[in-house]
């Protein structure tokens, strides 16, 4: 019920009940007045109850010779006023005392709130505005307790990203002083051994230059000040050289890779630049997760009125359905990937750069173990 609709009730109430109490008083009053006074005395003929003055003038009459009935009168008119303002003072106390209860409760919320506790429940009012309003604030409670676990989540998530590149560095780093001691030992002591210890040193430190490469362009992108250089172009001319330029990395892996890549033009405003990383990002993540058996990779586009879509799926080891919404968060790693090499920032990446593209990106997958396809949509011009 709208409180308005019930301050109309409660007004309707507070008119017609002193109304009703006052008519019964009255009637009881008549009553003692007809058996108590002689209001015979009154004397006055039905026309004349129609003149003010003649009806006055018989009134004061009977009251000067009756003047125990003013006392009457004026109990009648103290009772009729205590009634008004009695039915009045209940049926406000009424409206009111309802109202208050569901602002207690917001104001008690809100002290729950400042005081960092977010277990508890708004409940609802009888009325529609504060129900509303009721709604609403449960409603940001809960918003407020996911995005705090989702911090105390993320905190930890950092605290292991720290931990995960710390070795990540570290591994790297002690294999490159293990090979530099060697060569200064002089155990590289024919060039072909020398030429191994320097492939390997030169392997390590892309490693670490990759992942320091992602840690910055992710922290320029959180800070908004990663430039772009965006250019017209035909996403199906650029995704068949980009795909070709992996297809022998994938042989060496034993993927089977298949395309399906129209030849008719589709026109894009992108940076290459970053759209090779975006790219790069989700066909790596398919050979880094794919199936031991028979791994298999497929990248196709597909044109719409608003743009076009670019498709890469695996059959690799999948990703939950709770997860998905997850994994293009900084630092997040699905439970599933854990064991293997990584930092968690890839997607986030991506995800940020297909947005300046005003474009988006999202995964599917049918559960571990069933696959996963990397969708990417880019307006067209």
């Not at 017609?16 to 004397?43: A, D, Q």
Request: glycine share 6%; charged share 25%.
């Amino acid at each position: 019920m709208k409180i308005k609709s019930k301050f109309a009730i409660y007004n309707i109430i507070m008119l017609i009940t002193p109304i009703l109490l006052i008519g019964v008083i009255s009637v009881c009053f008549v009553l003692i007045f007809i058996l108590k006074f002689p209001v015979e005395e009154l004397n006055i003929s039905r026309p004349s109850m129609f003149d003010p003055y003649v009806f006055s003038q018989a009134v004061g009459e009977f009251f000067k010779s009756n003047p125990s009935a003013i006392f009457y009168v004026v109990l009648w008119l103290t009772i009729c006023v205590l009634l008004v303002v009695l039915s009045t003072t209940v049926a406000t106390r009424l409206m009111t005392k309802s109202i208050e209860h569901s602002i207690n409760d917001l104001a008690r919320a809100a002290d729950y709130i400042r005081a960092d506790n977010l277990d508890f429940e708004v409940m609802g009012s009888e009325y529609d505005e504060i129900d509303t309003l009721c709604n609403n604030f449960d409603m940001m409670r809960k918003e407020l307790k996911r995005a705090r676990e989702r911090e105390k989540y993320m905190k930890k998530e950092r605290n292991m990203l720290l931990a995960n590149i710390s070795h990540d560095l570290k591994t790297p780093i002690t294999s490159i002083k293990g090979y530099v001691e060697g060569i200064q030992d002089g155990i590289a002591d024919t060039p072909e051994k020398m030429k191994r210890y320097l492939d390997t040193i030169h392997t390590k430190a892309e490693v670490i230059d990759d992942l320091v490469n992602n840690l910055s362009v992710f922290s320029k992108l959180e800070l908004s000040r990663l430039t772009f250089e965006f250019k017209e172009g035909d996403i199906n001319s650029f995704m068949r050289d980009f795909v070709d330029d992996y297809r022998l990395d994938l042989e060496k892996n034993g993927i089977k890779l298949e395309t399906d890549i129209p030849t008719d033009e589709v026109i894009v405003r992108m940076d290459y630049e970053k759209m090779s990383r975006v790219f790069s990002n989700l066909i790596d993540n398919a050979v880094k997760y794919r199936s031991e058996d028979n791994p298999a990779l497929s990248v196709s586009t597909m044109c719409s009125d608003g743009g076009v879509y670019v498709n890469i799926s695996d059959n690799g080891i999948g990703i939950e359905e709770n997860e998905l919404k997850n994994v293009f968060e900084g630092f997040y790693r699905v439970d599933s990937s854990r064991s293997i090499k990584g930092s968690g920032l890839g997607l986030g990446i991506a995800k940020q750069i297909v947005e300046k593209h005003g474009g988006k990106i999202w995964l599917k997958s049918d559960g571990l173990g069933k696959g996963t396809t990397a969708v990417v949509f880019l307006p067209k011009i």
